[in-house]
């Protein structure tokens, strides 16, 4: 369990991610051909619950042991369990393997909610984020810098899009554009014409975001025909 250096330990020194390594250890030392475990990746940082998953697939397939475990780590479950059972009081029991279950669309049955997918291509939930405004996106969009800078804009409200022809909002602006080079250099033009480069997302962010809404104000002023002190 890599807890060789908490032998001279007392337990009630422990962390409570410590004390629930020492108590699956216990449970394994018991040499039981079936462990239950109570959410055992509770209180472990990310890369605890992971190692602690994978560990316990290793123990149940090198040493024929059938492990049942609960946990709520749904997306850690469906890369590494060799079988799940969902279970709740509306759809009752459904068991299968991650991949079948994927396939039959019986994850979303049990965990969809308003809000949130399923992506049964990578066993994922997305968050859908409410969309106040749209920006044009120039680059290539296979690129992580382009992929993580329209996920940043999304999750500010502003919809990246290719084309103005794309577009759904009609105040959308034409002419203000985020260029995103594959290195990672972030750029916003108006017109053809640069007003911000920059090397991060988070610098271009709120400059964006205020840029966008002034020239929005701007539109709905010429709109009215009202001056600038309207």
């Known amino acids: 369990m890599g807890i060789t250096e908490l032998k001279d330990r007392k337990m009630e020194t422990l962390s409570d991610g410590e004390k629930q390594k020492v108590m699956i250890a216990k449970a394994i030392a018991q040499e039981t051909p079936i462990i239950y475990l109570d959410e055992p990746t509770a209180y472990l940082d990310y890369p605890s619950k992971v190692s602690m998953m994978m560990l316990l697939h290793r123990l149940a397939h090198s040493l024929k042991k059938i492990i049942f475990l609960s946990t709520h780590d749904l997306e850690h479950a469906l890369q590494i369990a060799d079988k799940i059972w969902l279970l709740d009081s509306e759809h009752g029991l459904t068991t299968g393997i991650p991949e079948d279950l994927c396939v039959e669309g019986k994850i979303e049955e049990y965990f969809t ?85 920059v090397e991060k997302i988070e610098h271009i962010l709120p400059v964006t975001n205020s840029y966008m809404v002034k020239n929005h104000i701007e539109a709905v002023r010429d709109a009215a025909n009202m001056t600038p002190f309207e």
């Open 113 to 197: 909610r308003p809000g949130m997918t399923f992506d049964r291509d990578s066993c994922v939930f997305n968050i859908h984020h409410e969309v106040a405004r749209e920006i044009v996106f120039q680059g290539d969009p296979s690129s992580t810098a382009y992929k993580m800078a329209a996920k940043a804009f999304l999750r500010n409200a502003i919809q990246p899009i290719s084309r103005i022809e794309d577009a759904q909002i009609e105040s959308t602006r034409p002419d203000i554009v985020i260029h995103v080079s594959k290195e990672g250099c972030y750029r916003l033009l108006e017109k053809g014409k640069e007003v911000l480069r």
